[in-house]
């Protein structure tokens, strides 16, 4: 929300156009980590039935969105239509394109295996001796419990999404929450930083004349 009123206040794009590319840039980020996790089942023996059934389901529904986005896309002319539902829709036009569509899948895997390099760091620095195939579990229940925002910074859903993991893995609560709560933070502080030194004038200034003088454009 915070991304589509500032692109909309500070560069004059359109909320339509602002939601669209967020709304695909997540769901594209979820069909690239269901087909990370996706050997779960086989890399961890011993899970329960459930968990692989849970992950074809997470994958099925994404898959039966992004085909729904693509037949809508279609039907929609070129730049969108007069309401704001059809320029939403018009938005998320690059699921028709088949090159931005895999470089962005492409973009989207190689920042999932950057977090599954961390996850198996981080769980390393606290002790914590996992195969490949069980980091993949991890970061997929714990993006599973951040889908959908929750608390600020997604503080707490994070935790249980590791814990719900762990336990299927049989580590006790002691180190899987430590590695819980400084893989958090790893998350959240370097974001702070860069936002703070990028972005003080957004939080601490008054917008200029200049500002609300912007042009509007699209995507």
């Not at 039907?75 to 028709?96: D, L």
């Not at 190689?110 to 980091?135: C, K």
């Not at 991890?138 to 249980?160: H, K, R």
């Amino acid at each position: 929300l915070i991304r589509v009123w500032v692109l909309k206040k500070r560069h004059g794009v359109p909320v339509a156009d602002c939601a669209a590319v967020a709304v695909t840039e997540k769901l594209l980020d979820g069909l690239t980590m269901m087909i990370l996790v996706a050997p779960v089942p086989w890399l961890v023996p011993g899970l329960p039935a459930w968990v692989g059934r849970a992950m074809i389901a997470c994958a099925a529904v994404a898959f039966a969105i992004l085909v729904a986005v693509w037949f809508a896309v279609g039907r929609i002319p070129e730049g969108g239509g007069a309401n704001w539902f059809s320029r939403f829709v018009a938005g998320m036009h690059v699921v028709r394109s088949p090159r931005r569509l895999l470089l962005a899948a492409a973009s989207l895997m190689l920042t999932w295996f950057a977090d599954l390099a961390m996850v198996e760091l981080v769980m390393y620095a606290v002790g914590i001796d996992l195969p490949i195939g069980s980091g993949l579990l991890v970061l997929f229940t714990l993006n599973l419990t951040i889908a959908v925002p929750s608390t600020p910074g997604q503080v707490g859903a994070l935790e249980a999404g590791v814990l719900a993991a762990t336990r299927l893995l049989h580590i006790a609560d002691a180190p899987a929450f430590a590695f819980a709560l400084l893989y958090h933070v790893l998350q959240i502080l370097p974001l702070l930083v860069v936002a703070l030194l990028t972005e003080a004038p957004l939080m601490f200034m008054r917008p200029t004349a200049a500002d609300d003088a912007v042009p509007a454009r699209t995507l």
